[in-house]
C-alpha cells in the first residue's frame, strides 16, 4: 500500500492534462470551422467589419501628402502640404490674421486646407454614405473639379473662438466666410479690406462655382 497510493495519485493530473488538451483542441477546431465558414449569399468582395474595429483607414494611401491634417496645425507648419500648398496669397494673410489673434488670446488651429483630389473624392464618397445621397453630401463637401480646397483656395479653421474671431475681423484681412452653413470655411476676397466681405451662400449648393 505504501507503494500503490503515490501511483494512484501521480496518475490523476496526466489524466485531467489530457482531458484538457483534447478540450483546447475541440476549441481551436470549433474557432477555424467558424472563421473559415462563409454565407453562400455572400461574395468575396463584401466589408469585412475588422478594419473598422482595428481603425484601419479606408483608403490606406491617403495621409500627409494628400492633404490630411495632423491635430494641431497652425497656419505656420510649413512642413505639412496641406498648410504649405495654400494660394501663397491666402497664406499671406491668415498668418497676418493669425498673428493678430494670437495677441487677444486667440490661436488659430488648421482642421483641413489644401487637398488632393483622391482626398476630396473620399471625404465625398464618405458624405454620400453619411447624408445618404449626393444632393444632400453636395451642401458639405464638393467635388474634386470645384472644390477650393483641391485648388487650395479654402481653409477651414477652428477652433470656434478663432472662427468667431475671424468671421468678425477678416475683412480687413481680406478672409471671408462663403457659406452659412460652414462657419469655419474662409476664402480669400482682396475686395473685403475695402468693400466688406460679399454675403455669404447658404450652402455650396447656392455657389455658382460648384455647378461647373
Same mark, same amino acid.
Given at each position: 500500500m505504501t507503494y500503490s497510493q503515490p501511483v494512484r495519485t501521480a496518475a490523476r493530473p496526466i489524466r485531467i492534462r489530457k482531458r484538457r488538451v483534447v478540450g483546447l483542441l475541440v476549441v481551436l477546431a470549433a474557432i477555424v470551422v467558424a472563421l473559415g465558414h462563409r454565407d453562400p449569399g455572400s461574395s468575396s468582395s463584401a466589408t469585412s467589419p475588422l478594419p473598422a474595429l482595428l481603425g484601419e483607414p @479606408? @483608403?490606406?494611401?491617403?495621409?500627409?501628402? &494628400?492633404?490630411?491634417?495632423? !491635430? =494641431?496645425?497652425?497656419?505656420?507648419? !510649413?512642413?505639412?502640404?496641406?498648410?504649405?500648398?495654400?494660394?501663397?496669397?491666402?497664406?499671406?494673410?491668415? @498668418?497676418?490674421?493669425?498673428? &493678430?489673434?494670437?495677441? !487677444? =488670446?486667440?490661436?488659430f488651429v488648421v482642421d483641413s486646407g489644401w487637398r488632393s483630389a483622391d482626398y476630396q473624392q473620399h471625404l465625398l464618397d464618405e458624405a454620400v454614405s453619411k447624408y445618404g445621397s449626393a444632393a444632400e453630401a453636395a451642401r458639405w463637401v464638393a467635388t474634386p473639379d470645384t472644390s477650393e480646397h483641391v485648388s487650395g483656395n479654402a481653409v477651414d479653421l477652428g477652433p470656434s473662438a478663432a472662427a468667431a474671431w475671424l468671421?468678425? @475681423?477678416?475683412?480687413?484681412?481680406?478672409?471671408?466666410?462663403?457659406?452659412?452653413?460652414?462657419?469655419?470655411?474662409?476664402?480669400l476676397r482682396p475686395q473685403a479690406a475695402g468693400n466688406g466681405c460679399p454675403p455669404t451662400y447658404a450652402d455650396p449648393t447656392h455657389d455658382p462655382r460648384m455647378q461647373k
Open positions: @479606408r @483608403r490606406a494611401a491617403l495621409g500627409l501628402t &494628400d492633404g490630411a491634417i495632423p !491635430d =494641431g496645425t497652425s497656419v505656420f507648419d !510649413d512642413d505639412v502640404p496641406g498648410v504649405a500648398k495654400l494660394d501663397p496669397a491666402l497664406l499671406s494673410a491668415l @498668418r497676418q490674421a493669425a498673428a &493678430d489673434a494670437a495677441a !487677444d =488670446g486667440v490661436s468671421s468678425e @475681423r477678416g475683412a480687413q484681412y481680406g478672409l471671408c466666410r462663403i457659406y452659412g452653413n460652414e462657419p469655419w470655411h474662409f476664402e
